[in-house]
């Protein structure tokens, strides 16, 4: 079946460092790939997303490229904010399957 | 925002009872889901549906029934509440099957 696997966290980054979020997956198929964030107590929200091999997905200067010769969607950030602290979750929608399937997330804290 | 609307957001509730968690979506989406998030395990898909009276279990489903009588209401029901439903409970929608989903603010359950 269908699985993601995300580097466990919590990350804790500095304001203007770089930030990478690993992110691999398992699936039968051509799947879709996605970023979603949680901001503290509230739900989640789509950050990016990639449909087809070699896409790259950006959105508030987000990055992810979706490479299918590694299985990968790894997030990255040039230079995190203060307010990009959250929790980050990778996920994947693949073949047949009606329904997203989830990594585990990472929480990500940026200092000022 | 999706217009998604979680009810109640909040609700602590006894072992033993029944409780039913409101989704209510203004989008005319054809699919609609339920998840779960705990720490350590990200989201997990408890049901979905894809249309009126069309629902299908998720991987979670043990302890869970749904109802999706009209296409803007997807019920979730836990028919005796147990501890290990203490959790927080997140509803989505897509338009397909194979696009990214729009989620609601959560309810978080305490089952005591």
């Not at chain 1, 790894?74 to 693949?94: I, T």
């Not at chain 2, 054809?30 to 049901?47: A, E, K, S, T, V």
Request: proline content about 3%; overall charge negative.
């Amino acid at each position: 079946g269908n699985s993601v696997t995300q580097m466990e966290g919590p990350v804790t980054l500095s304001e203007e460092a770089f930030l990478t979020i690993n992110c691999t997956y398992t699936a039968t198929g051509y799947p879709s790939l996605f970023w979603y964030v949680q901001y503290p107590g509230e739900g989640l929200q789509l950050l990016l997303k990639a449909t087809k091999a070699d896409d790259k997905g950006s959105n508030k200067g987000f990055e992810a490229t979706y490479r299918k010769e590694t299985t990968s969607f790894h997030l990255e950030k040039g230079s995190v904010q203060v307010s990009d602290s959250a929790v980050y979750f990778c996920a994947l929608r693949g073949g047949s399957a009606r329904q997203l399937t989830f990594g585990s997330g990472t929480q990500l804290t940026v200092l000022p | 925002d999706a217009g998604i609307t979680q009810s109640p957001r909040h609700k602590v509730t006894e072992t033993g009872t029944p409780v039913t968690l409101r989704c209510h979506q203004t989008e005319n989406h054809r699919y609609m889901y339920w998840y779960r998030q705990d720490p350590g395990h990200g989201l997990r898909l408890i049901h979905y549906s894809y249309g009126v009276k069309d629902t299908d279990k998720g991987e979670v489903s043990d302890g869970y029934s749904v109802s999706r009588s009209k296409t803007e209401d997807f019920l979730l029901t836990l028919e005796s509440a147990t501890s290990s439903q203490t959790s927080v409970y997140f509803c989505a929608i897509s338009q397909q099957g194979d696009t990214e989903a729009f989620f609601g603010q959560g309810t978080r359950l305490t089952v005591v």
